[in-house]
């Protein structure tokens, strides 16, 4: 079975600053991989996905994650963090279940900016 | 497009009562699913559809009954609430159910079960 593991359960940054969230999962055969972020009292809102190809991924707001399979991670970097990004992000694993596609979550780690 | 959409954002519930989560898109989207959002476990699947008229199980489908008659609409229900379902309540949906689609997320309904 698959799963994700998101070690850094809060990282505070100042505004300006890189960031780097990591996240390594494990899965059998090539995974499809996700970030999402969630602001407060918000759904998930998808940064950006790696199912092939390019394994340097570009995304929404900034963000970029890499997909490294020899270490099996897929950490999420941003080169200058904006206040606005304070929120809790997610990184998952997508997998077929049956006949429909299941999201494995890693458990999330919420980012404060620091002005 | 509204996208997808969840009613109630907030409910508070006695054990032992029901209640149906609603949840619908507008985007002709044939995959639907249901997750549960508690503190420190990140998301979990509950249900899943992958059209009209078909339903399957997730990893944590206890406790909850769906059905799918439309395209458009995936109500969740909560046949006899009980305090371990206090959560919070995602709906998804995405065009079709491979792997590598994107799925988009509703914006929760917080349930509290007293």
């Known amino acids: 079975a698959q799963s994700v593991t998101q070690p850094d359960i809060h990282i505070t940054v100042s505004e300006g600053a890189s960031l780097e969230l990591r996240c390594n999962y494990s899965?059998?055969?090539?995974?499809?991989l996700f970030w999402y972020v969630q602001s407060p009292g918000q759904g998930l809102q998808l940064l950006l996905k790696?199912?092939?190809?390019?394994?340097l991924v570009q995304g929404i707001k900034g963000f970029e994650a890499e997909f490294k399979r020899s270490q099996s991670s897929f950490n999420l970097r941003k080169p200058s963090v904006h206040w606005s990004d304070a929120a809790e992000y997610f990184c998952?694993?997508?997998?077929?279940?049956?006949?429909?596609?299941?999201?494995?979550f890693g458990t999330g780690t919420q980012l404060k900016v620091e002005l | 497009n509204a996208g997808v959409t969840q009613t109630p954002k907030f409910q508070v519930l006695k054990t032992g009562q029901s209640m149906t989560l609603q949840c619908a898109q507008d985007?002709?989207?044939?995959?639907m699913s249901w997750y549960r959002q508690d503190p420190g476990m990140g998301l979990r699947l509950i249900h899943y559809?992958?059209?009209?008229?078909?339903?399957d199980q997730g990893e944590v489908p206890n406790g909850y009954n769906v059905s799918r008659s439309t395209t458009e609409d995936f109500p969740l229900r909560l046949l006899s609430a009980a305090p371990s379902q206090t959560s919070v309540y995602f709906c998804?949906?995405?065009?079709?159910?491979?792997?590598?689609?994107?799925?988009?997320f509703g914006p929760g309904t917080r349930l509290l079960v007293l």
């Open positions: 998804a949906s995405s065009y079709s159910g491979l792997a590598q689609e994107t799925q988009y």
């Open positions: 790696y199912f092939s190809g390019d394994t």
């Open positions: 559809s992958v059209g009209a008229g078909i339903t």
């Open positions: 899965y059998g055969a090539t995974p499809y």
């Open positions: 998952a694993v997508g997998a077929l279940l049956g006949g429909g596609n299941k999201l494995t």
């Open positions: 985007m002709n989207h044939e995959y």
